[in-house]
Structures are given as C-alpha cells and as structure tokens.
C-alpha cells in the first residue's frame, strides 16, 4: 500500500520528521517496507507559459519559443512538436537539475541560444505506467498554474511517498484513512474525517429510473447504488491525479478517477457503468452461468463458471463482482448518465473468482480480505459529494441501499489480570482504557471488568488476547519488561542432534555448503538414476494428495535431489561445488513405512576425483571415533563401474560412495565428473566413539620400514594392510600406504603397493634383528595368503 505523506496530512495532524514517523509505525506493528521522494534530486524546475512559439530559421526539426516563468521569459529551443502557443510546461532553468542528475546549462542551437529545457515527464522521473498515451511523448503540459512556482509540488514530486505491507489480518489500513487512523492512535491525536453531504440536484428519484435485485445474498450481503445525471467527462483535476499516481494508479477520467480516490481515500471498491448500457434499467447480482463470456475493461473475454458472482443486466453480464468492469457498460466520452455501485462481496468468492481468471486487481485484492459492511454508504455518498462539488454531474434523489446482513459494534469483556498476566505489565484499568480509545474502540467498566465496544471496521479484533494485542502496541513493545516463560521447561538439544551438528561443522570446515531440498520428487527420477525394475530404491511411498506427477512420490534416496543442486549451479557458471544435505528417506517394506535420516555429499570441483570425497569422509569419520572405516568395492547402478564403494566399520554398513556414471550424467545433462556419497547418519551416530583418550608421548624411538609388494589388481589395498597390522604384532605402530602404481616392469593385472611400517616399544628401544624378524614374519605372510612378491 503505497501512502502519499501529504495525503495522510490531510486527515491527521503529523508535525514529526519523516524517520521519527517511519520508526514509530514500525513500533506499533505497521510494516514500512520502503520512503521514497520522487523528485528529491530535482531542483529549479518551474511552472513556465508558451508565449509564442515558431521555427527554428537555421534548422528544420526545432522550434523556438518564449516562455514566461514568472519573473523572466525565457528563449528555449526544443524539437518537440506537442508545444502550442499557451500551454503551460515545466521549464528547467538554468542550473536546474533533473531526475536522471542531468545539469541545465545555456546551449546554442543553430546559432540561438537557449536559457533552459521544457521538460517531459521522463526527464521529470515520473512513472510513464501511469500516465496516458498522449502525455507520455513529448512535453508534459500542465493545466494552468501560477507561473515561476515549483513545478514539484503541483506533480506531487516533493512528497515522501511511504510504502507499508498491510496484513492480511488488517484490511481497514488498506486505505490513507486506516493509516490515517493508526498515526492518530501512535500520537494520541485526532482523526480529521471529510464531512460528506449529497445535495442531489437532480430531479427524479432513484426508484423510478433504477431496480436493483440480488439473487445470490450469500455472495453479496449488500448492495447499493446511486445515480448521476448530466455528467461531464474529462479529464480530472491534478491534484487528483496527482494523489493517484502517488498511490500507483493511473488516472482514467474523471468519474473513473473519482471512484478510484474513494477506494484509496476510504478502503471500499466503486464501480461505475454507463446506465443506457444496462439493458431494462435493472440491476442483477447473480452467479454466473456455466460457459458465460464476459470482455472485461482489459480487453480480455472471460470464461465464467457458476461459482462466480457477477453484476448482470437483465440480458447480461457487465461486470466481474469484485474483480473488474464489463468492457461494454465501460464510461466513454459519450457517457451522460452514470449508476455508481458500492458493495460488499464474499471474501472467500472474490478470491476464488480472481485466482481462477488470473485476474487480480486494487477491488479484489481489498474484497477478499475482508471490507466492513457499514462502509458501503458511506464511500458511495462520498463519491457523489465529489462528482456534484467538482461540477461534473447532477446525482439523483435517493439511494438504493439492499442489505441482508446487519453488523453491530461488538463488545469484548476484558479482564485486567488476564491482559497484565499475558503482557508481563502491571497497568491500570485507565490506561488500558486510554490506550484503546486511541483507536476508536470504546469503553465501559463493570465488576471489576472491562467492556471494549469495537468498531465494525476492526474485524480482526474478536477475543480477549486481540484486545491484549492493542494494548501492547500503543504501550510499547520496548515497555513491556523481559521475564521468563512460566510453567515451561528449557528445551535442550538431544545428544543426536548435537551430535549432527558437530558433523556439519566438521563438513563446513571441509569447504561443503549445506543445502536443503523437498522430501518428495517424480518417479522419473529413477529412470534418470537407470536403477532396474526390482531395484528396492524404486518401492517407494506414494502421496495421496500429491501437488502433481513432479512431487507424487516420498524420497528413497537423496542423490537426485543433490545432482538437481549441481546441475543448477553449473548452468549457472559456478563449476567449484561441494555440497552436503541432511535428509531423511522414506521406505515401504510390506505394510510398514520407515524412515532413515541421510546424509548426501556431493562435489562438482575441476580437479577432483574419487580419492577426494574418500579422504574427507575418513577426515570426518575420524573426527567421530570411527577408526577402522573400510571402502569396499561395490558396484550400484547409478555409480561409475570401478569407481564405486560401500563404507563399512564395526560389520555395518554405513553408505555408498563413488562417481556418478556417464549415462546418468547425461540424463542429468552434466558434462563434468560429479563425486557423491550417501551415509546413513543414524548408523554413524551408533558406531561412532567421541571418548577421548590422551595417552602420553613416546618416550622410546620408532624404526620405519619401506615394503612394496605385487599383488593381484582385484586384490584391495585395506585388505594388505590389515594383513599386515595382523601380522605385526604389538609392537606394529601404523601402517601407511603411500604409493600405488601400475605400468612398466608391473603385469598387466598385477599392482605395486607401497608401504611404510612404524614399530615402536612402550617399554624400550628396539633393535634391528628384532623389527627384521617381523618384517620376514609378515613378507611371509603376504605371500603365502595373498600371492604377493616383493617388488
């Protein structure tokens, strides 16, 4: 909701500067998304007058004028051809500044020289959406105003214009006299309300020239109408249309226009037709029916359906209740009686109708929100009083006015205690009375009781809490002292979760961004993953109400979830990725469904491979206590052949982990190498050991020694250095693989791996027989289990 200060003056007096104000519509719970001041950099830009204007003698597309700015007139050279002799234009002195920071200097054109710019409403910096076709070229010319005065007060270009985000619980602010009403209530100062009076000039009475029937009131609780003779259409008057393009509406006409200030002045939609439109002089409200056509004022037709309520003629359809006018009952310049509708629509219809035709509007976006019933009248005189004081038709006697539904203030029994023990305050009963007649709601005191009276236009205050609410707006959230929550126990975090926040901060320091994805995904994404027909991963939980064939299924696994991650970030240019997420997987076995909490990692790194991923999975089992993490060859469907392994400690196994294969890669439509891994976190969470052990330094040396062995290819590098550990005995400190290599003076399906073997002695220094005597035992070994030779 877009809020001319200025406007707002009108109906509240607010001396505060504009920082003050924004910080105290904040405090008391209206939401200032943004202040802007249109015209701030503008500078020396003046109302001026066209005294003559002719060619340009020394060029064909220019012109030269006198313009008379006040105190001077002025010679200007332009190639606009809008320009008579007689308007009245914005004219940038010299020294004048525009909108885009463009400085006015004396410019010779031709050989004459001219003292300054007539100025467009571009140059001006004002929005060209909101301005009619014919003032969006050329120069913008201006009714007449006093010459030399500044042309940005007359275009409202010296107004803050404050930018709020109304609630959809407060559809009453959604109007300058609802925030008119909010900075009353913040200062403790009044409400400037307009006096509406209807003089009705006109001779007949509205019962012999308008019917009005509702046929469908459970749609439409009240309607009423009057009507306008004699009417003149034209353009409105600027101040007008300058109020409206502050709020970001674009000036029509001046019956349209009018209609539009109202709904913006008060918060109640209008709508005017042209009556010898509407055929039988009667007003319909009724459903529409099935296939029923309607073009509305966009130039749109519309297909309408029986769910939807619309303002008919006895032959058809001229409007879109709520949402938007019929394009053939439209006002044209050739409009001499007008019937100017005021109504109140069901919320829940409107919002229906408007998201069913994409048709979303200023009318409806108010109407499903909520408008007071009482309003009606009110807005609907208010834009007679305007038609009739600015001399642009004469309204007929009388109202139409039909209501089914009738809404008193309504009263809520406030108890003190209650409000001070839900606040943590300890007011009185007279300031709790004082800061609630600050916004209209009255009361009366009883037994020890409250009784607030509250207005119909506050529909979201309906028990004692709403009431509690208020208060603490107008006290003051920053008054209300810190206490402790009563009668709740602390929350704590459970070692689990504790225990899973340590892992992604040990992933974090690895460089892993987290992401999050949706639980649920397309069954097609096991056809991407080429998983096979009997493959477990493809039993997966259906929903039941599902948001579409994209969302229908409960994750098995979350690989594809995280290439999704990848592939957007690499059509996006960032190829360096390492990401992990924490999830959970859902299964059904039988009539059982589980569920596994998951970890993924996954990385999208030019210079990365298979060793990298398994080098920060060891990093991070390490750091858990994992000591004796295996990686076993394994192959699965979706990881490159060769390239793939399951995660093995204490006899469980943990996860997978390996290369995404080629073909799924394409199916993905990624050309890079992509590495992941997926982990059961509750069975890390069960193997894992964060007992700290200390032992203290060696007091004794070690002695090293180098081994590289030739083994069969298919024989894995852990199941050597087991068999060494094994075979060392106590005295073997570590084992640490150190080389692999494959190629010359190697067969083709041999390997050479390359050992260094640490023995030390708690108790003494070894000797050399004593670590050779071991090391034979363990060549020994080598050989005789695994075939193996020294190289």
Known sequence: MLVPLSWLKEYVEIDEDIERLEELFIMTGSKVESIKKPGENIKNVVVG??????????????????????????????????????????????????????????????????????????????????????????????????????????????????????????????????MAREAAAIFGRNVKYPEIK??????????????????????????????????????????????????????????????????????QPLHAFDYEKIAGNTIVVRRAKDGEKITTLDGRERVLSPDMLVIADIEKPSAIAGVMGGEYSEITEKTRTIIIESANFYGSSIRSTSKKLGLRTEASSRFEKGIDINLVPVA???????????????????????????????????????????????????????????????????????????????????????????????????????????????????????????????????????????????????????????????????????????????????????????????????????????????????????ETK????????????????????EAVTGKLGIKDLDFIREEVEYLHPGRSAGLYADGRKLGIMGEIHPEVLENYEIEKRIYVAEINFEAVFEVSNLEKVYTPLPKYPAIERDIAVVVNDEIPSKEVQVLIRNTGGELLEEVMLFDIYKGVQIPEDKKSLAFTIRFRSKERTLTDDEVNNIMERIIKTLEEKLGARLR
Request: net charge negative; with cysteine; hydrophobic share 40%.
């Open 380 to 594: 609907l005189d208010r834009a007679a009083q305007l038609i009739e004081e600015l001399g642009y038709g004469e309204v007929v006697k009388g109202v139409l006015d039909i209501s089914y539904k009738k809404v008193e203030p309504r009263e809520i029994a406030v108890r003190p205690e209650k409000i001070n023990a839900l606040l943590g305050t300890s007011l009185n009963i007279s300031d709790m009375r004082s800061f609630l007649d600050r916004i209209d709601i009255k009361t009366r005191g009883e037994n020890g009781k409250i009784y607030a009276i509250i207005p119909t236009y506050r529909m979201d205050i309906t028990m004692e809490a709403d009431i509690a609410e208020e208060i603490a707006r107008f006290y003051g959230y920053d008054n209300i002292p810190e206490t402790t929550i009563k009668n709740t126990e602390l929350g704590y975090k459970t070692q689990e979760q504790n225990f899973e926040d340590m892992v992604k901060n040990y992933l974090i320091a690895l460089g892993y961004y987290e992401v999050s994805t949706y639980s649920f995904y397309s069954p097609k994404v096991f056809d991407k993953l080429n998983l096979k027909e009997q493959n477990p991963l493809r039993n997966a939980v259906r929903i039941l109400n599902p948001l579409g064939e994209d969302y229908s299924i409960m994750r098995t696994t979350l690989i594809p979830s995280v290439l999704d991650v990848l592939k957007t970030n690499i059509s996006r240019g960032i190829m360096d990725v390492k990401i992990f997420e924490f999830g959970r997987r859902y299964f059904k076995e039988g009539d059982e469904y589980k």
């Open 198 to 267: 209807v003089s009705e000039k006109a001779k007949e009475n509205i019962e012999d020239v308008l019917k009005i029937r509702i046929e469908d009131s459970d749609l439409c609780p009240r309607y009423a109408a009057r009507v306008v003779k004699n009417v003149k259409i034209e353009e409105s008057p600027l101040w007008i249309q300058k109020k409206l393009m502050a709020c970001g509406v674009r000036p029509i006409n001046n019956i349209v226009d009018i209609t539009n200030y109202v709904m913006l002045e008060m918060g």
């Open 598 to 617: 998951t970890v993924a990692l996954a990385i999208s790194k030019p210079d990365s491979d298979f060793y990298d991923l398994k080098g920060d999975i």
């Open 49 to 178: 007058k066209v005294l003559e204007i002719e060619n340009h003698p020394n060029a064909d597309r220019l012109r030269v004028a006198k313009v008379d700015v006040g105190d001077q007139i002025l010679t200007i050279v332009t190639g606009a051809t809008n320009v008579k002799r007689g308007d009245y234009v914005p004219v940038a002195k010299v020294g004048a500044v525009l909108a885009g920071g463009l400085l006015i200097n004396k410019t010779t054109f031709r050989g004459i020289e001219s003292e300054g710019m007539m100025c467009s409403a571009e140059e001006l910096g004002m929005d060209e959406d909101l301005l009619s076709p014919e003032k969006r070229e050329g120069i913008l010319i201006l009714p007449e105003l006093p010459l030399g005065d500044d042309v940005k007060k007359y275009l409202g270009l010296d107004d803050y214009i404050i930018e709020f985000e109304i609630t959809t619980n407060r559809p009453d602010c959604l109007s300058i006299i609802g």
